[in-house]
Every structure is written in structure tokens, then in C-alpha cells.
């Protein structure tokens, strides 16, 4: 079982807004400020959506938002639309240099 | 633009040794602070950070596959490699290459990632 939960799948219609969220089950990745996310559409490169909780990389747009209330991260997607169905994946900072991503969230837009 | 390519065998025998090479180009390998990481997923399974090698050479890897895993730079090549020794089933997944600038806690940009099946 990872250390980070994500639901195996969501759905919601185009024009709405959904929320993945990312549960932390181990101290392992202590005060979980290091939070990224990443959108993989198959057989392409995994790209990052998210990182430190809450900042955007430039070209991702403002419909992409994070945030984190204690041990859950989130990500939510507002206005959806069909190119954003996908997987996608929440990563942490575990300490002593390693990393820890959850099992990944397949995101349907109806 | 940073792009990165992973190339290797695609088929292992069980109890041999995986090898993957990913190959950067718009950067170079040995730019200072630069870390260069491996990343697989199993299928049905989520992802999996394997380890990285920095700029200089060094490693560090994920306590689950440290006693099999080898990573090292070729910057005559500008490329870096991945070895998993001693592979079974498990083994079988996408593998991906991922850039990590300075202390940064995120992978930007990936590669497109190459299966490898590990089947006799």
C-alpha cells in the first residue's frame, strides 16, 4: 500500500469543477509541504501540474489549483474540460533525499 | 526546451540485469545542482521513484531497490544510465527519466518512458 492514497478514479461533466485529493498515511513525509502533482495522458510524458502544495508552473492554467488541510493534498480542476481527462499522480518529499508518489487517479470527463 | 529520451531493451530474462540509458537534450548532465532521476510504474500500479544521480555523479536510490539498482552519468554522451540487477515479473513496468533542478521537490520535464517486460 503506497504511503500516499488517491482514489482510483473520479468522474465529472465538462464546464465542472472536480477535486483529487491525496492522503498521507505515514509521518514519512513529515509536515507534507512538498506536494506535487503531475497529469500523464498515456504513452506521453507525465507533466507537473502542481508543486509545493499550491504553485503552478507557468503554461499550466489557473484552472489547476492545489491546496492541503493537514495530511490531505489536493488538487482541483475548475471549468473541466475534455482534454484534462487523465491520470493523475500526487508525489511527496519522503526525506533523506527520496521521494514517494501515490497510486495515481484516473480522472473521466463525461 | 529540456527533452529527455529512454531507450533500452524492452524484453529482460528473469535474473538478468534491466538496462535503460535516457538520453538529454537542452541541458547538459553535469550542469551544476542538476539531478537526474528514474521513475516506473508497474501496470495497474502508480508510480515509483526508483533514485537519482546528480550532477556530479552521485546517487541515491529508493531503500526498496537499493541492494539491485546502479545509476551513473556519461556527460562525453549526455546521457544517464539506469542498471537493475537480478530482475523478476514485478520488475515489468514503463520506466521514465525525469530532470530535478537544484532542491527542488518536483520532476519537470519527463521522458515519454519505454516498457520493459521482464518474461523468459
Known amino acids: 500500500q503506497s504511503v500516499l492514497t488517491q482514489p482510483r478514479s473520479v468522474s465529472e461533466s465538462p464546464g465542472h469543477s472536480v477535486t483529487i485529493s491525496c492522503t498521507a498515511t505515514s509521518t514519512a513525509v513529515g509536515a507534507f509541504d512538498y506536494v506535487s502533482w503531475y497529469q500523464h495522458h498515456p504513452g506521453k510524458a507525465p507533466k507537473l501540474m502542481i508543486f509545493?502544495?499550491?504553485k503552478r508552473p507557468s503554461g499550466v492554467p489557473h484552472r489547476f489549483s492545489g491546496s492541503k488541510s493537514g495530511n490531505t493534498a489536493s488538487l482541483t480542476i475548475s471549468g473541466l474540460q475534455t482534454e484534462d481527462e487523465a491520470d493523475y499522480h500526487c508525489c511527496s518529499y519522503a526525506g533523506g533525499y527520496t521521494w514517494v508518489f501515490g497510486g495515481g487517479t484516473k480522472l473521466t470527463v463525461l | 526546451q529540456v527533452q529527455l529520451q529512454e531507450s533500452g531493451p524492452g524484453l529482460v530474462k528473469p535474473s538478468e540485469t534491466l538496462s535503460l540509458t535516457c538520453t538529454v537534450s537542452g541541458d547538459s548532465v553535469s550542469s551544476d545542482s542538476l539531478y537526474w532521476n528514474w521513475i516506473r510504474q508497474a501496470p495497474g500500479k502508480g508510480l515509483e521513484w526508483i533514485g537519482f544521480v546528480d550532477y556530479s555523479g552521485n546517487t541515491n536510490y529508493n531503500p526498496s531497490l537499493k541492494r539491485r539498482v546502479t545509476m551513473s552519468l556519461d556527460t562525453s554522451k549526455n546521457q544517464f544510465s539506469l542498471k537493475l540487477w537480478s530482475v523478476s515479473a514485478a520488475d515489468t513496468a514503463v520506466y521514465y527519466c525525469?530532470?530535478?533542478?537544484?532542491?527542488?521537490?518536483?520532476?519537470?520535464?519527463w521522458g515519454r518512458g519505454t516498457l520493459v517486460t521482464v518474461s523468459s
Open positions: 525525469a530532470k530535478q533542478s537544484g532542491y527542488n521537490n518536483w520532476f519537470d520535464p
Open positions: 509545493d502544495v499550491t
